[in-house]
């Protein structure tokens, strides 16, 4: 890097100026190598923006079209990151252990190629569609066909399965077990609902649950015995490790086995203003809390999708309300902690106007809601540390841990450094901010100036990346947050080392001086205490160099000479100072001839300062016939760059 060659090249320079110094006669050792530079800082305030309406693994979605059909949609632009779509049990078994997944391929391909990823469910028994039964479990020998009914539009045209019937249960578990085989963490998978059980897969036979009614006149029970259901949630629970599965109802078994869940009447029985609201069933079956670990999605109830978000809503709606159920999706949003759900009406027929804006908005607020608010730069010049703090102003986390990246960028987008980053980005609860950091390493090459991002990528091939709301999003390259610049690495600055010809100096003597790593362009010889300095010395590459001559009044003792550039003093020694010998009050501390090319400052006359400049050639000429006694390293004042 840069940084290294400077400091490399001023490496070379002050140990050339330890070297003429020793040369004239100035004895010194080694200087002692400066310290690492403080890192450069940078601190950058990101702004944030309104919650996204069009993120990974959150908000409204529609109905998949069939595989390679056009869809019909009315508004396809109206913000989407996932598709629905159902399938029965017998598209996948053709036989006793046997399956054909092209039917799950197809559409799962085909939502991928839309950058869009799946939620989907299987199902034995859809009113209004054929059964989804296998075949072989079908005819003569087959399992009952008895369960037909007309209601829900039915016609009799399917049939609820006895649920309990062990070659029923059989087919379940290994079809789970095959599932989970083939697809669990398969990226193009973002939610699994249970399905299997009950009308359209949603786990209930109402009205055949025990009651009577007029439709279920002896009161009879088609839902499966506890001891089924068990086995059927312990089989999921086998099945996927990776992919979330989600429950319709809460209850001990779906706890136990850390499930999500997903409210298929949302807005309209959610909140727990009636005991078999959605929530009303979450509190009483202990589960308040599994939000923050487990999922929750669902379906907008679809007599609400039309005019849930008119204003006013829902008109003729009053006397539901007074019954009880709730036409409210502002309060059940965050009630619910819910993070998607169908509404394919946004699709299909579309909003318009204000409606459309508000429906935009409602399904931003579903899920999590990710900004950054402050982050930190700091270069060492060897390598970059980025610290980023993030807040979750959602109603829920986001359940999966993509991994993360942090780069650097230069000005075309061309990665310089990576690293990637343990975000834990399902421990980001509501409320919560979160600190992200990595280091960046240099390996050669200069960062200063260049764009730290840092980025979620989704984890299917295509699919939409995890976006932050902040107006940096995306400023610099798609998908990628801008955390800010690299500041200019600190520049590395040899130590001044001042360097005294000898330790003990007579009242009125000489003394030859020489100081190494300088910056400025001049600098002054003095004793400490005294304002007047010795000489005044023009710097030449860094160092300079004269013979000073030590005041006569100076009283005789330990002294301190130090070299100063204005006020500040960049070095200082110790030197004893001895009385003036009665017969020879000029004798100096050499008592050798100073070599003709020496440079000697003029002891300086009251009101003038003794100014004297040496330059490198002098000093190697004043080497060849010096031969000074003595030599001291003196004290090394360090100096290096601070923060940017």
């Known amino acids: 890097m840069t940084v290294d060659r400077i400091s490399r090249a001023r490496s ?5 100026a330890v070297a003429l110094a020793a040369a004239a006669g100035l004895l010194a050792t080694s200087a002692i190598a400066a310290p690492a530079p403080e890192a450069s800082t940078l601190t950058y305030e990101l702004e944030s923006t309104p919650a996204l309406a069009e993120n990974p693994l959150k908000g409204f979605l529609p109905f998949a079209p069939e595989p390679g059909e056009p869809n019909e ?10 598709e629905w779509f159902y399938l029965p049990v017998d598209a996948v078994v053709t036989g006793e252990d046997t399956y054909d997944w092209s039917a799950v391929e197809s559409r799962l391909d085909a939502i991928a190629e839309r950058g869009h990823q799946s939620v989907f469910r299987f199902y034995l028994d859809y009113p209004t569609q054929d059964s989804g039964v296998p075949e072989y479990l079908l005819g003569e020998d087959g399992i ?3 369960r037909a009914y007309d209601f829900f539009d039915n016609d009799g045209v399917s049939f609820s399965p006895d649920y309990d019937d ?5 087919l379940m578990v290994d079809f789970i077990a095959a599932f989970g085989e083939r697809y669990d963490g398969d990226p193009r998978v973002g939610y699994v609902t249970a399905g299997l059980i009950g009308f359209w897969g949603e786990h209930h036979t109402y009205p055949m649950e025990g009651e009577v009614s007029e439709e279920n006149p002896n009161g009879e029970t088609w839902m499966p015995t506890q001891e089924t259901q068990d086995l059927v949630w312990s089989a999921w629970n086998e099945a996927l490790d990776d992919t ?5 109802y809460p209850s001990a078994s779906v706890d136990a086995n850390g499930f999500g869940l997903h409210d298929d009447s949302f807005g309209y029985a959610t909140l727990p203003s009636t005991d078999w609201h959605f929530l009303a069933r979450v509190a009483a079956a202990g589960m308040d809390d599994a939000w923050q670990q487990a999922p929750i999605g669902g379906e907008l109830y679809p007599p609400l999708q039309t005019c849930i978000f008119s204003d006013p809503i829902c008109p003729g709606s009053e006397g539901e309300i007074e019954g009880g159920r709730d036409f409210n999706f502002t309060d059940a949003v965050p009630a619910a902690h819910i993070s998607w759900m169908m509404n394919h009406q946004a699709w299909a027929t579309g909003y318009t106007g204000e409606d459309r804006t508000r429906a935009i908005e409602g399904g931003a607020s579903l899920g999590y ?3 950054a608010t402050t982050a930190t730069v700091t270069s060492s ?3 970059v540390d980025v610290t980023l703090e993030i807040t979750n102003r959602g109603v829920a986390p986001f359940y999966y841990d993509w991994p993360a990246t942090m780069v650097a960028l230069d000005a075309e987008g061309t990665i310089l450094a990576q690293a990637s980053v343990d975000a834990d980005l399902p421990s980001i609860q509501p409320g919560d901010v979160a600190t992200v950091s990595a280091t960046l390493a240099a390996d050669g090459e200069d960062l200063a100036g260049a764009t730290v991002a840092f980025g979620v990528p989704n984890v299917m091939d295509g699919g939409l990346p995890l976006r932050f709301a902040n107006t940096s999003q995306d400023q610099d390259v798609d998908g990628w947050l801008t955390v800010g610049a690299v500041p200019p690495a600190p520049v590395v600055v040899e130590p001044v080392v001042l360097t005294l010809g000898a330790t003990t100096v007579a009242q009125g003597g000489t003394l030859d001086v020489a100081a190494s790593g300088l910056t ?4 002054a010889f003095a004793l400490a205490g005294m304002t007047e300095p010795l000489a005044t010395v023009d710097v030449v590459d860094g160092a300079a160099r004269a013979t000073v001559t030590i005041p006569a009044t100076v009283v005789p003792g330990p002294q301190t000479l130090e070299v100063r550039d204005g006020d500040q003093v960049l070095a200082s020694a110790a030197l004893t100072v001895t009385a003036a010998a009665t017969t020879s009050p000029s004798a100096t501390a050499d008592p050798s001839p100073a070599p003709s090319t020496a440079v000697t400052a003029s002891p300086a006359r009251s009101g003038e300062l003794a100014r004297t400049g040496a330059s490198v050639g002098q000093l190697v000429g004043s080497a060849a016939g010096a031969a000074l006694l003595g030599g001291l390293l003196l004290t090394l004042r360090r100096r290096m760059s601070t923060d940017v």
């Open 166 to 170: 062990p070659r029923v249960i059989s």
């Open 244 to 248: 979330w599965l989600l429950a319709r």
């Open 381 to 383: 010049g060897e390598q």
């Open 520 to 523: 400025g362009q001049s600098v």
């Open 144 to 146: 009952s066909q008895d």
């Open 73 to 82: 949609f009315v508004d396809p632009e109206f913000p989407h990151s996932m």
């Open 369 to 371: 809601d990710l900004t």
């Open 12 to 16: 070379a320079r002050g140990a050339g």
